[in-house]
């Protein structure tokens, strides 16, 4: 209290003021103004760039401040491209803030802050970069800090360029042994539609050889086509003052996409770069993927790796990969080099190996696959063959893609041959989810090319059925998929035409085909569920379906179906015991076992909702000439048929017969009003009754021969409920 009211002290303490005020006022206004004179700035500038063909500008009007440094504030700043006038670099506003020990001793930059810098970097045809003589250029000042606040860095390649906006970056004891370095920024790309945030901080280390970054860290994250993901680089990077090259020891890269669980860690122990290439000795990955019931898992692997500005190749590399769903595992790996240029790549000898299991039901495995070739992909078009083994049968694979052409509004096309030994379908249709009988959902996905392919199989099996020498093309789009030059060996003959199935909802398909000297039971077993016809022969089809199961189908099944055969039997029913044993008024044993032999048999039938009606189709026997006319309905499984017997060689009076009902309960009648049409008395009637029934037992007698049959009634009315299993219509 006492020093307060000591005038002593007021003195001194008036006395400093005034003095540091003068400092001050001396430093601000004289000092400043000698050293931050703009003709010394222009000169200290002029330095600079020296020898580099370059040009400082800036405005005159530069502001200094004292406090906290002496700082000079310099506006709109550029630095020219060599020899031209256009500016290269510019900074909006560049604060230098000099120590108060360089207003005696050696200068040093206390700090240096960029607000708003925006830098052009680009290379030329001998990948030497746009600001190669600005780095070379030694600095004649140390500095402490370089702050950049909202800088901006456009990366200029030959075919695009990547800006880099909102940089900001921050480096502490810049001219130091040991100097931190944090920046972070925003990406823009043509590689994808959205920017992605950045960060990379680590210490860099001097030594007399060069530096070092011992842990070197960038991360950051974007998303493309609304899938977002983020990624981390981690390395001990150095560079060699000698060698010019850079070094990434311990390098480690992570890629996680959260929509799709998707990691991914990929290591290499060295990565060397310099201005031209990059180099890995070895590079390793391990991914893992999870999305929609479906898990992936995989490593990958690849030796002796180069990477240069418009290529790259790897001696080797190396997948083995999974897929896991709740019905399958999926295994496969690739083992081929890879060389890639600008705008394509190319695997010259490829081996690839699959394996598909389910993970309950068949335990058979499928799409076992050992195969070797080559791939190659340019531009958007693709191509490659292949040979070895599927399913342990031999096959041959080859494929060309051509992308669409907006202008011209051609679609993307892939054509192919495929040439298979054996392809057994078991394996492959017994997990068939529910549904799978519809239109195919890749084919109608935007973009998916239309598709034209050879395709040849030795021998095609399923459970029912066998197919030799199969060969046809297959046209596939978003609208249809056909086999319009089908032809194979089946039923042990053979058949061609051609098959398809519409995009319509539900899909409708088309069956046209011509098969000659078949066996003619499998065939209508497989068309129809009818299994009363044998024999061998030809056969002409061309029925339209409309369905997603075997009802709607047979409900819209029409068309026409044409037989002639030869050597068969009609399985179910003995006409020649039957009609006997009507005429003689006994019952009709008929059983399962029961058939008709016939040496010809032709029908011709039309084919409308799933009915199939045919008119005076014949069979013919050693014993009967048989005249059928009705139709068979496939939704019910019914047949409605009227015969007509004749005596084998003979044009005497036929014996009409009704066949009606379901296969396992027949109705078998002697068709009394078409035997007396025609006539109008009663006595008509009964001697036409008479004279067909005479003829008969007379042509009966003779060809049983030795046999005395019973004398059937003459006005005998004869009726049989005839109950078998199975005893269907002989036609369809």
Same mark, same amino acid.
């Given at each position: 209290?006492?020093?307060?009211?000591?005038?002593?002290?007021?003195?001194?303490?008036?006395?400093?003021?005034?003095?540091?005020?003068?400092?001050?006022?001396?430093?601000?206004?004289?000092?400043?103004?000698?050293?931050?004179?703009?003709?010394?700035?222009?000169?200290?500038?002029?330095?600079?760039? $020296?020898?580099?063909?370059?040009?400082?500008?800036?405005?005159?009007?530069?502001?200094?401040?004292?406090?906290?440094?002496?700082?000079?504030?310099?506006?709109?700043?550029?630095?020219?491209?060599?020899?031209?006038?256009?500016?290269?670099?510019?900074?909006?506003?560049?604060?230098?803030?000099?120590?108060?020990?360089?207003?005696? #001793?050696?200068?040093?930059?206390?700090?240096?802050?960029?607000?708003?810098?925006?830098?052009?970097?680009?290379?030329?045809?001998?990948?030497?970069?746009?600001?190669?003589?600005?780095?070379?250029?030694?600095?004649?000042?140390?500095?402490?800090?370089?702050?950049?606040?909202? /800088?901006?860095?456009?990366?200029?390649?030959?075919?695009?360029?990547?800006?880099?906006?909102?940089?900001?970056?921050?480096?502490?004891?810049?001219?130091?042994?040991?100097?931190?370095?944090?920046?972070?920024?925003?990406?823009?790309?043509?590689?994808?539609?959205?920017? $992605?945030?950045?960060?990379?901080?680590?210490?860099?280390? !001097?030594?007399?050889?060069?530096?070092?970054?011992?842990?070197?860290?960038?991360?950051?994250?974007?998303?493309?086509? #609304?899938?977002?993901?983020?990624?981390?680089?981690?390395?001990?990077?150095?560079?060699?003052?000698?060698?010019?090259?850079?070094?990434?020891?311990?390098?480690?890269?992570?890629?996680?996409?959260?929509?799709?669980?998707?990691?991914?860690?990929?290591?290499?122990?060295?990565?060397?770069?310099?201005?031209?290439?990059?180099?890995?000795?070895?590079?390793?990955?391990?991914?893992?993927?999870? !999305?929609?019931?479906?898990?992936?898992?995989?490593?990958?692997?690849?030796?002796?790796?180069?990477?240069?500005?418009?290529?790259?190749?790897?001696?080797?590399?190396?997948?083995?990969?999974?897929?896991?769903?709740?019905?399958?595992?999926?295994?496969?790996?690739?083992?081929?080099?890879?060389?890639?240029?600008?705008?394509?790549?190319?695997?010259?000898?490829?081996?690839?190996?699959? !394996?598909?299991?389910?993970?309950?039901?068949?335990?058979?495995?499928?799409?076992?696959?050992?195969?070797?070739?080559?791939?190659?992909?340019?531009?958007?078009?693709?191509?490659?063959?292949?040979?070895?083994?599927?399913?342990?049968?031999?096959?041959?694979?080859?494929?060309?893609?051509?992308?669409?052409?907006?202008?011209? #509004?051609?679609?993307?096309?892939?054509?192919?041959?495929?040439?298979?030994?054996?392809?057994?379908?078991?394996?492959?249709?017994?997990?068939?989810?529910?549904?799978?009988?519809?239109?195919?959902?890749?084919?109608?996905?935007? #973009?998916?090319?239309?598709?034209?392919?050879?395709?040849?199989?030795?021998?095609?099996?399923?459970?029912?059925?066998?197919?030799?020498?199969?060969?046809?093309?297959?046209?596939?789009?978003?609208?249809?998929?056909?086999?319009?030059?089908?032809?194979?060996?089946?039923?042990?003959?053979?058949?061609?035409?051609?098959?398809?199935?519409?995009?319509?909802?539900?899909?409708?398909?088309?069956?046209?085909?011509?098969?000659?000297?078949?066996?003619?039971?499998?065939?209508?077993?497989?068309?129809?569920?009818?299994?009363?016809?044998?024999?061998?022969?030809?056969?002409?089809?061309?029925?339209?379906?409309?369905?997603?199961?075997?009802?709607?189908?047979?409900?819209?099944?029409?068309?026409?179906?044409?037989?002639?055969?030869?050597?068969?039997?009609?399985? /179910?029913?003995?006409?020649?015991?039957?009609?006997?044993?009507?005429? /003689?008024?006994?019952?009709?044993?008929?059983?399962?076992?029961?058939?008709?032999?016939?040496?010809?048999?032709?029908?011709?039938?039309?084919?409308?909702?799933?009915?199939?009606?045919?008119?005076?189709?014949?069979?013919?026997?050693?014993?009967?000439?048989?005249?059928?006319?009705?139709?068979?309905?496939?939704?019910?499984?019914?047949?409605?048929?009227?015969?007509?017997?004749?005596?084998?060689?003979?044009?005497?009076?036929?014996?009409?017969?009704?066949?009606?009902?379901?296969?396992?309960?027949?109705?078998?009648?002697?068709?009394?009003?078409?035997?007396?049409?025609?006539?109008?008395?009663?006595?008509?009637?009964?001697?036409?009754?008479?004279?067909?029934?005479?003829?008969?037992?007379?042509?009966?007698?003779?060809?049983?021969?030795?046999?005395?049959?019973?004398?059937?009634?003459?006005?005998?009315?004869?009726?049989?409920?005839?109950?078998?299993?199975?005893?269907?219509?002989?036609?369809?």
């Amino acid at each position: 209290m006492k020093r307060l009211q000591s005038g002593k002290f007021w003195f001194k303490s008036f006395t400093a003021i005034v003095l540091f005020s003068a400092a001050a006022f001396t430093a601000q206004y004289i000092l400043l103004a000698w050293l931050f004179a703009p003709e010394k700035l222009r000169q200290a500038a002029d330095a600079a760039v $020296a020898g580099t063909g370059r040009k400082v500008r800036f405005l005159d009007e530069g502001r200094t401040t004292v406090f906290p440094r002496p700082t000079v504030t310099l506006k709109q700043v550029e630095i020219t491209r060599p020899h031209g006038e256009a500016a290269e670099i510019r900074v909006e506003e560049m604060r230098l803030g000099i120590g108060w020990g360089s207003l005696w #001793g050696t200068p040093r930059i206390e700090k240096w802050v960029l607000l708003r810098p925006e830098f052009s970097l680009s290379r030329d045809s001998g990948g030497k970069w746009n600001v190669a003589d600005l780095l070379a250029k030694e600095s004649r000042f140390d500095v402490d800090r370089i702050i950049v606040e909202d /800088g901006r860095l456009l990366l200029d390649t030959p075919e695009r360029r990547h800006t880099l906006e909102s940089v900001s970056l921050n480096v502490n004891n810049a001219d130091d042994a040991q100097t931190q370095i944090k920046a972070s920024g925003r990406l823009k790309t043509p590689l994808w539609e959205e920017d $992605a945030l950045w960060r990379l901080q680590g210490t860099l280390h !001097r030594n007399a050889q060069g530096w070092r970054i011992p842990e070197l860290a960038a991360e950051g994250g974007s998303s493309r086509s #609304g899938t977002a993901f983020s990624f981390r680089f981690a390395a001990d990077a150095s560079w060699q003052r000698d060698t010019g090259r850079t070094r990434f020891a311990k390098a480690a890269f992570k890629l996680d996409i959260p929509d799709y669980d998707l990691h991914l860690n990929a290591e290499s122990p060295a990565i060397e770069a310099n201005g031209e290439s990059m180099t890995a000795a070895n590079a390793n990955a391990v991914l893992t993927a999870n !999305r929609d019931g479906v898990s992936w898992d995989g490593t990958l692997s690849a030796k002796n790796i180069a990477v240069w500005s418009d290529r790259a190749s790897a001696e080797q590399i190396g997948a083995n990969a999974g897929r896991k769903t709740a019905a399958t595992h999926t295994a496969f790996t690739l083992d081929t080099p890879l060389a890639w240029r600008k705008g394509g790549w190319e695997m010259p000898a490829a081996k690839l190996t699959t !394996r598909m299991e389910n993970a309950a039901g068949n335990p058979r495995p499928r799409l076992v696959s050992e195969l070797e070739g080559v791939w190659a992909y340019d531009k958007g078009r693709w191509q490659g063959s292949m040979k070895g083994q599927l399913d342990r049968e031999a096959v041959s694979l080859s494929a060309d893609y051509t992308p669409a052409e907006r202008g011209s #509004g051609r679609p993307a096309k892939l054509t192919a041959a495929l040439s298979l030994d054996k392809l057994a379908l078991s394996p492959y249709l017994d997990n068939l989810p529910e549904g799978a009988a519809a239109y195919p959902v890749w084919l109608q996905k935007s #973009g998916t090319p239309e598709i034209e392919a050879d395709i040849s199989i030795g021998t095609l099996q399923t459970a029912q059925l066998e197919i030799n020498k199969l060969s046809t093309r297959l046209l596939a789009d978003k609208h249809r998929i056909v086999l319009p030059d089908f032809r194979a060996e089946l039923y042990n003959g053979s058949t061609e035409g051609g098959i398809s199935m519409a995009n319509t909802s539900p899909p409708t398909y088309h069956l046209q085909q011509y098969a000659r000297n078949i066996n003619i039971r499998p065939l209508m077993q497989d068309l129809f569920r009818y299994g009363s016809l044998s024999g061998s022969g030809d056969a002409e089809i061309d029925i339209t379906a409309q369905g997603g199961d075997r009802a709607s189908l047979t409900r819209t099944l029409a068309g026409t179906l044409e037989l002639n055969l030869s050597k068969g039997t009609w399985q /179910g029913i003995n006409l020649n015991q039957a009609l006997q044993n009507l005429l /003689g008024n006994r019952p009709v044993q008929a059983e399962a076992q029961s058939v008709t032999p016939f040496e010809r048999f032709a029908v011709s039938s039309v084919i409308r909702k799933g009915i199939s009606r045919h008119e005076k189709a014949e069979l013919h026997s050693d014993r009967l000439r048989i005249e059928l006319t009705g139709d068979t309905d496939f939704n019910t499984m019914t047949l409605n048929e009227h015969l007509k017997l004749y005596p084998a060689g003979s044009d005497g009076s036929p014996v009409p017969i009704n066949i009606r009902g379901k296969p396992d309960n027949l109705s078998v009648t002697i068709d009394y009003k078409s035997l007396t049409e025609g006539l109008d008395t009663a006595e008509e009637k009964q001697q036409a009754l008479t004279r067909a029934i005479r003829e008969q037992w007379q042509w009966l007698s003779n060809q049983n021969s030795g046999k005395t049959p019973q004398r059937p009634s003459e006005n005998g009315r004869g009726s049989l409920r005839q109950r078998q299993n199975p005893a269907p219509s002989a036609t369809p």
